[in-house]
């Protein structure tokens, strides 16, 4: 099962409506898929119009207490291979009750790999900020999609998110593959083109092809408790959510996915070198600067051991957050990559 939290400290990014909708059109590409809310505000839920006997507050106070869990019906059906864990307010009392436990980021990732043969792909609607229940979350994921919306304060919290990135990179020695979605996309206006321009050329290859673009039969299919495959199939939100689907088919299709970062104020741009780049700097292998001080790139890797460092003008230097080294030629040290 690839895992997949839809993330952003910032709200009214669209991050329901991309969970809801993606996981609605990778199940109509045939898969069979999970998505979990998450959000002690309940909007996927809501936007389902979903109701239960289990609730996710239920699953993981179980998980977390070792006991049995509360029901033989632990998810809600939306139709045939596509299942809800449903939310409601009571889920944020469980934040507070698991800050104490040295486990606390590992609950949902338990629960989630005992389920994990029955699904394709799990969705995660996240709460609008960064506690003990998007960090589960950011925890049990293979990779993260994070919405930014047509608006400068959307681009002000990455920086945050991707220290909360490398802190798990650094804790557990990885973390999810960010990728970025614009959504809310207005290209009657030359703004929404021009920002898209701005955060293309930012993110580079972070960010996807894919744009959601303002559609008023994503907010009126919510409303109706409906995805928009089943509200109205031939609108450009059915048409924009069955091109993510493919592109994120495209990129879980991956045999896996390196993720790597590094933080310095002092280059004006950085490359990664290794043996999949025959040790020459390659634009493809351009580095993004996702904030004042964080670089980052994600690099599609089949399964082998790789070498590699970093080059910021004529310094060559490893990889500072990855223990993993061994001896180079000329006395200094290569950074591993071990894909397994």
């Known amino acids: 099962m690839k895992i997949i939290s839809v993330v952003n400290q910032k709200g009214g990014c669209g991050k329901t409506i991309t969970a809801v909708n993606c996981a609605a059109a990778l199940h109509k590409k045939g898969y069979r898929v999970l998505l979990v809310d998450l959000d002690p505000q309940a909007h996927a839920t809501f936007a389902l119009r979903k109701v239960s006997n289990v609730y996710i507050t239920d699953i993981l106070e179980a998980t977390a207490e070792n006991l049995p869990m509360p029901s033989e019906n632990l998810l809600t059906a ?84 991707k220290n909360i990135l490398i802190m798990l990179k650094e804790f557990k020695g990885s973390h999810p593959v960010p990728f970025y979605l614009l959504t809310q996309v207005d290209k009657r206006y030359n703004f929404s083109k021009d920002f898209g321009d701005k955060v293309k050329k930012q993110l580079g290859d972070l960010l996807l ?11 009126e299919a919510a409303s109706a408790g409906k995805t928009i495959f089943e509200y109205k199939a031939d609108s450009r939100g059915a048409e924009d959510f069955t091109a993510l689907a493919d592109e994120v088919e495209k990129i879980t299709a991956q045999n896996k996915w390196a993720s790597l970062f590094l933080r310095s104020d002092k280059f004006s741009e950085v490359y990664l070198v290794g043996d999949f780049t025959n040790w020459q700097r ?49 006395g200094g040290k290569n950074s591993l990559l071990v894909i397994e």
Request: hydrophobic residues 40%; negative net charge; charged residues 25%.
């Open 78 to 161: 939306v139709r045939d291979n596509f299942y809800l864990i449903p939310s409601r307010i009571g889920l944020a009392s469980l934040e507070h009750k698991l800050a104490a436990r040295q486990d606390k980021l590992q609950i949902l990732s338990s629960f989630l790999a005992k389920i994990s043969e029955n699904f394709d792909y799990c969705l995660i609607d996240c709460p609008p900020n960064l506690g003990i229940l998007t960090l589960n979350a950011l925890e049990a994921s293979h990779y993260s999609l994070i919405p930014l919306t047509i608006c400068d304060f959307s681009l002000h919290g990455i920086d945050i998110l």
């Open 282 to 330: 390659d634009e493809r292998y351009r580095l993004s600067k996702v904030g004042e001080d964080i670089w980052s790139i994600n690099v599609p890797l089949e399964k082998g051991k790789y070498r590699y460092k970093f080059v910021a003008g004529d310094s060559w230097f490893n990889d500072p957050h990855n223990t993993l080294a061994e001896d180079d030629a000329f």
């Open 209 to 219: 092809k894919s744009t959601i673009r303002t559609n008023i039969t994503l907010r």
